[in-house]
């Protein structure tokens, strides 16, 4: 016969088993190579670089004056820019992800791309974030053409889709997951979601809400059907699907880079193709300058 005592020990053995399973699980994710979210970073460190010392150029050329910084002139040419977009530039979704407009952007954007993008790298793989990364930038992007007309760019839509993923991917793995680590990616992101939201809210932050919010539901929503490292079925239907989407991401970073590079080859030589490509735009920095 067995006592009551006999049953609890089973039980806290099981339980301390289970525990030691997830640990070793998630050690074994988590000690993976990480190579895209260094690649991702270090893209946008060495565009914002390019940007600026070219658009400091242009300043000292006599496009200068308080209405864009050295940056932004010279990343107008991939921004979100809504009248471009509704002419057939429609590779600003993808670009518009690469641009920061001063260098608190890019350290913001930059640290949230580096925490994040490490952990879920991990975790899905390169193909899937990859895949998640450009379609949540991308959607972000296009929230904020249907909202915004004011030009805009910088990876926060894409990273809002990393915080997205990583809150579905603490609760979808719930069971196999540590129970700090899973209550650290939902209960302890759900407030940084609402504050950070809500701050996107006041006028006097220039927050382009739609993006986050575009990009935060589509980070979730691939999540939610993504399969990770802790419970990833090999090979199958699932495996296809992912090669056929990474396809098509790569395929957008190429439509991107050839869009792009046409666009900096016309508008950025100097001053006088800037004017020709954007001259409401020149028109609005001459006049700010000239009001100075």
Request: with cysteine.
């Amino acid at each position: 016969m067995s006592s009551a005592g006999d049953w609890e020990t089973v039980d806290d053995t099981d339980a301390y088993l289970k525990r030691v399973r997830q640990e070793v699980s998630l050690l074994r994710m988590i000690s993976r190579p990480v190579v895209l979210t260094w690649w991702l970073l270090g893209v946008n460190v060495v565009f914002w670089l390019a940007a600026r010392y070219h658009g400091i150029g242009l300043a000292d050329d006599g496009l200068a004056g308080p209405y864009f910084n050295a940056e932004q002139i010279s990343f107008f040419t991939g921004m979100k820019v809504n009248e471009a977009m509704a002419d057939g530039q429609w590779w600003r979704l993808f670009s518009s992800q690469f641009v920061h407009l001063d260098i608190l952007h890019l350290i913001f954007n930059g640290y949230g791309i580096l925490v994040l993008g490490r952990f879920l790298e991990r975790c899905y793989g390169i193909r899937r974030i990859l895949v998640l990364y450009l379609a949540s930038g991308a959607v972000g992007a296009y929230a904020s053409f249907l909202t915004n007309p004011t030009p805009a760019g910088g990876a926060s839509g894409a990273v809002y889709g990393l915080v997205g993923a990583a809150v579905i991917f603490g609760f979808k793995y719930r069971d196999a997951l540590p129970s700090q680590v899973s209550k650290a990616l939902t209960i302890g992101l759900v407030p940084w979601i609402i504050l950070s939201l809500g701050i996107g809210f006041v006028d006097a932050i220039p927050m382009d809400n739609a993006a986050h919010i575009g990009g935060l539901i589509t980070g979730a929503a691939i999540a939610w059907v993504m399969a990770s490292r802790l419970r990833q079925q090999q090979g199958g239907w699932t495996e296809k699907v992912v090669w056929v989407f990474t396809a098509v991401a790569i395929a957008a970073l190429l439509w991107m880079g050839w869009g792009w590079s046409a666009e900096v080859m016309d508008c950025l030589p100097d001053v006088d193709s800037y004017a020709l490509c954007y001259p409401e735009l020149y028109g609005e920095i001459q006049r700010a300058a000239d009001g100075l």
